[in-house]
C-alpha cells in the first residue's frame, strides 16, 4: 500500500518544477534571508606525526622523517600543514585543477561521522594544483564534488610543503549536534602512483578501509550557510547564426550540518569541459561522468553501482540523451534537492523537470534514497520514477543494496532492483548482484562478482547498464609479491582471472580465461604482460535483438608499458594482438608522451591505431557485415598556465578509418553465417576542436571562454589517406560556435 502511494505522488512532485520562475526567485529571497552563525569559542585541538607506513608496494613498512602531518582543529575547520621532507624529482605536469596528479601529491581523505563508508577526499601537489572528490567504498573515487577550501605551497630545493584549512561546511554531518566525530587519512603519492605512503597501514585498495581511519571527536559551531551562484552565459552557433542568452543560478543552503536544500533555476549546462572523441559503431552506450555543477554536489548518497557500468541513477540523463527516444538534449526548467541526516540514517530526494521544445515534450525525474550506517555496514533504498510524456512512458525502478565487511580480510557487497514500466509495452523485470573480495595476509587477493539482470530489466530512463539479460560469474585471483628480492624488479603482481556468462536463453556465450602479470622495476618503470583466451560462443549484442551470432575461438596478447621520468617527459604505450571474430587477425598499438615544452606550457600527444582482419558490424536484422578494417586516432592537449588564475587549452581529437568490404551475411537462428554479396567499401573521418580559456575570480567562481568545433566525412571511396580524411572532416565542420559563461560565487 505504501509502495503504491509512493508511485502515485511521484508525478505529481515534479510539476512544481514547471512553475515560473518568478517562484523559484521568491523561494531563493526566503532561503537568502535565513541564514545565521553562531560565534565560536576557544575550543582547539592539535597533533602531530611524522610516522608513515608503505602500502604500494604493500609492505607496510613503517617510514619516519620523509612525511611531516601537523594538524589544528577548532569549531570551524580543520586546519593542515604537509611537509613533504624527501620528495621525488620534480615531475611537472600539465595539471588543471579537479584533475587526478601523475605526479608527487599529497591527499587527505576525511569521513565525517563514525560510520559512514564515504570519504571527502583533498589533494595538492608541489604544482599548487587541487583536486577534491569523494570516495565511496562501491564506486571509488569521484572528483565531481566540489567544495570551498584554501590552500597554499611552498617550494624548495629539500621538500615542498602543503598549508591549509578544510572548513566544516564542506561536510555533512549526521545530526544537527556541537559534539561530532570525524575519521582522518592522510596519503603522500609518489610519481605515477608507485610509492605511496600512507598515516595507517590501508589503502584504498585493500578490504576494510575505512576500518583504518583515525578517529577524532570534535566540536563545532552551529552554523547555517548560503551559497548563491548565479550564471550568465552567451552561446553563438557560427553555422546557423544563432545566439542564446541564458540566465539562471543554483542555490546551495546548508540550514544546519545535517539538513541541505539546493536549488537550480533555468540552468545552463553548456558543455565547458569536451568529452573525448569517441566512433561508436556497437550497440554498448557510451558511459560519460556528471560534469555539470548541481549534479555533482551533494549527491554521493544516490552512488549505486553494479557490474556492466550500472548506475541506479545517471545524472546526465536529466536533461541529457534520452536511451528510449532519438533526443541528444532537452533544457531544464529546473531542479531540486533535499538531503536529511539523523544518527546513522541518511534521506534524499531530487527532482527535476525539463521544458518542452517543439514536437518534443520535456520530461520529469523524481528520485528518493535512504540509506542506513550499521558499525561494519550499510544498507539502502532507492526509488527513481521518469516521466516521458513524448513516449506516454512511465518508469519506476527500486532498488535495495547492502554492504558488509565479515570481518578484517572478507567485505560482501550486493544489491537488488525491480524496474515496472507502464507504457505501450509493458514490461517489468528484476536483476540482483553480488561481489566479494577476500584478502589474506596481504599477499593472495580473491574476488569474485555474480550477477543476474533480467531481459526486461530497464534501467535506462534515469540510470546506466550497459547490457541486461545477462546471467554472469567473474573470479580474479591476485598474488602479491610487495617486495620482490631482485636487482631489476620492485614490486611483483601475479594475476588470473574468468569469467563464464550466459542469456536467459541459455545461449552458450564466450567463456573468458585470463593470465598477467604486473611489474615496477628499480628504476621506477611500469610494465604489464597479459594473455586472453575467449572460447567458441554467440555474440548476443551484435544484431540487437536479433539472431545471436556465432563466433570463433579468440586469444589475445596485450603489453603495456610505462617509462620513468626523463628530463623530456614520460612515455606510454600499449599493444595488443590477436584474433577475434571470425578467426581474423587484429591489433591495437597506442603510443603517448606527456612533456613540458617550455615554463608553464604542457602537452599530451596520444597516437593509436586498431586494424582488423575481421571487424563485424550490424546491417541492420539479421545481417551482420564483415570488413577489413583500420582507424587511426590522434588526441593532442595543450595546457598553459599563465598564473594561478589564468588557464589556456587547446584540445584537438581526430578520427579516421577505413573499412574495406569482405563479405555481407545473413545469421541464421542456429547463429550460422550465410554468406551474401560484399558489402560496400566506406571511410570516415571525425574532427573535434576546443581551445578555452578559464579566468578563476575564487576557488568556485569563474569566467570560460571557448570556441569550438566539430566535423564528420563519410564516403565510399577508400583511396584517400589519413591526412586527407583528417583535412575533410576539418573542412566539412558543420557546427561550430563561441561560448562564454560566468559563474560566480556568493
Known amino acids: 500500500m505504501h509502495v503504491a502511494f509512493v508511485l502515485n505522488i511521484s508525478y505529481l512532485l515534479p510539476l512544481f518544477m514547471k512553475l515560473p520562475t518568478v517562484s523559484l526567485l521568491l523561494v531563493m529571497t526566503f532561503f537568502w534571508t535565513a541564514g545565521y552563525a553562531k560565534a565560536q569559542d576557544n575550543y582547539s585541538y592539535q597533533n602531530q606525526t611524522n610516522i608513515f607506513h608503505v602500502v604500494k608496494p604493500r609492505t607496510l613498512q613503517q617510514v619516519n622523517n620523509e612525511l611531516e602531518l601537523t594538524y589544528t582543529i ?102 544537527r549536534n556541537v559534539e561530532q566525530s570525524i575519521q582522518l587519512l592522510v596519503s603522500k603519492h609518489g610519481n605515477n602512483g608507485l610509492r605511496i605512503l600512507s598515516s ?136 531540486g534537492r533535499y538531503n536529511f541526516a539523523s544518527g546513522n540514517a541518511s534521506y534524499s530526494l531530487l527532482i527535476a523537470s525539463e521544458s518542452d521544445q517543439k514536437d518534443i515534450l520535456g520530461r520529469d525525474f523524481f528520485a528518493t534514497r535512504a540509506k542506513i550506517n550499521t558499525t561494519d555496514g550499510a544498507i539502502g533504498i532507492s526509488a527513481n520514477f521518469v516521466n516521458t510524456p513524448s513516449l506516454k512512458r512511465k518508469s519506476s525502478v527500486l532498488g535495495i543494496d547492502y554492504y558488509q565487511l565479515l570481518s578484517e580480510n572478507f567485505e560482501l557487497s550486493g544489491a ?48 546506466f547498464v550497459q547490457r541486461v539479460d545477462r546471467k554472469q560469474l567473474e573470479y580474479e585471483y591476485a598474488m602479491l609479491f610487495p617486495d620482490f628480492d631482485s636487482e631489476f624488479i620492485e614490486e611483483l603482481t601475479v594475476k588470473f582471472e574468468i569469467e563464464a556468462k550466459t542469456n536467459f536463453d541459455n545461449e552458450k556465450l564466450p567463456l573468458q580465461i585470463g593470465i598477467g602479470t604486473e611489474f615496477t622495476s628499480t628504476d621506477s618503470a611500469a610494465f604489464e604482460v597479459g594473455i586472453e583466451w575467449l572460447s567458441a560462443g554467440k555474440d548476443d549484442n551484435l544484431t540487437r535483438d536479433f539472431n545471436s551470432t556465432n563466433l570463433d575461438d579468440s586469444w589475445s596478447i596485450e603489453i603495456v608499458y610505462e617509462s620513468p621520468e626523463y628530463p623530456f617527459g614520460q612515455i606510454e604505450t600499449e599493444a595488443i594482438f590477436g584474433t577475434e571474430n571470425w578467426s581474423g587477425r587484429f591489433y591495437e598499438a597506442t603510443a603517448g608522451l606527456n612533456t613540458e615544452l617550455f615554463n608553464g606550457l604542457f602537452a599530451e600527444l596520444e597516437i593509436s591505431q586498431y586494424q582488423s582482419d575481421s571487424w563485424l558490424n550490424w546491417g541492420g536484422r539479421n545481417n551482420v557485415d564483415e570488413f577489413d578494417f583500420t582507424e587511426t586516432a590522434i588526441d593532442l592537449k595543450l595546457n598553459y598556465r599563465l598564473s594561478e588564475a589564468h588557464e589556456f587549452r587547446v584540445r584537438v581529437e581526430l578520427v579516421a578509418g577505413t573499412a574495406i568490404g569482405l563479405s555481407s551475411n545473413t545469421i541464421d537462428v542456429d547463429g550460422d553465417r550465410l554468406e551474401q554479396e560484399r558489402p560496400d567499401n566506406f571511410t570516415f573521418s571525425e574532427a573535434a576542436f576546443q581551445f578555452r580559456y578559464k579566468y578563476t575570480l575564487t576557488k568556485l567562481s569563474a569566467v ?21 580524411l583528417f583535412s575533410r572532416a576539418i573542412k566539412d565542420k558543420d557546427n561550430h560556435g563561441v561560448f562564454f559563461k560566468t559563474r560566480l560565487a556568493f
Open 416 to 463: 537488488a532492483v525491480f524496474s515496472s514500466i507502464d507504457a505501450v509495452d509493458s514490461t517489468n523485470d528484476l536483476g540482483f548482484w553480488l561481489n566479494g573480495n577476500y584478502q589474506k595476509n596481504d599477499i593472495h587477493l580473491h574476488e569474485f562478482t555474480l550477477f543476474t539482470y533480467g531481459k526486461d530489466l530497464e534501467l535506462n530512463d534515469a540510470g
Open 200 to 335: 595507517q597501514p590501508s589503502y584504498i585498495d585493500y578490504t576494510g578501509f575505512f576500518d583504518n581511519f583515525t578517529k577524532i571527536d570534535i566540536e563545532t559551531s552551529q552554523t547555517s550557510t548560503l551559497e548563491f551562484f548565479p550564471y550568465y552565459s552567451l552561446n553563438h552557433s557560427i553555422a546557423d547564426d544563432n545566439t542564446q542568452h541564458n540566465i539562471g543560478g543554483e542555490i546551495f543552503w546548508q540550514r544546519s550540518q545535517n539538513e541541505h536544500i539546493d536549488i537550480t533555476f533555468n540552468p545552463d549546462f553548456g558543455q565547458v569541459e569536451s568529452n573525448d572523441l569517441i566512433v561508436n559503431f556497437s550497440a554498448i552506450e557510451d558511459f560519460f561522468s556528471e560534469q555539470r555543477p548541481f549534479f555533482t554536489r551533494n549527491q554521493g548518497i544516490f552512488d549505486v553501482n553494479g557490474p556492466e557500468t550500472l548506475r541506479l541513477l545517471h545524472t546526465p540523463r536529466i536533461g541529457g540523451s534520452s536511451f528510449y527516444e532519438d533526443v541528444d538534449a532537452r533544457d531544464i526548467i529546473g531542479a
Open 704 to 724: 570560460y571562454f571557448s570556441y569550438t568545433f566539430g566535423g564528420e566525412f563519410e564516403d565510399e571511396i577508400i583511396g584517400n589517406s589519413r591526412r586527407a
Open 74 to 175: 577548532d569549531k570551524s575547520a580543520i586546519h593542515f600543514q604537509l611537509k613533504v621532507l624527501k620528495p621525488e624529482s620534480y615531475v611537472y605536469r600539465a595539471q588543471e585543477n579537479d584533475n587526478e596528479f601523475d605526479n608527487e601529491h599529497v591527499r587527505l581523505y576525511i569521513v565525517s561521522g563514525n560510520n559512514e563508508r564515504s570519504a571527502y577526499v583533498f589533494g595538492i601537489n608541489h604544482q599548487s594544483a587541487y583536486f577534491d572528490g569523494i570516495y565511496d567504498e562501491n564506486s571509488e573515487l569521484s572528483l565531481d564534488w566540489n567544495g570551498q577550501w584554501d590552500y597554499s605551497v611552498e617550494v624548495s630545493p629539500t621538500q615542498w610543503i602543503a598549508t591549509g584549512s578544510i572548513p566544516w561546511t564542506n561536510l555533512a554531518f549526521q545530526s
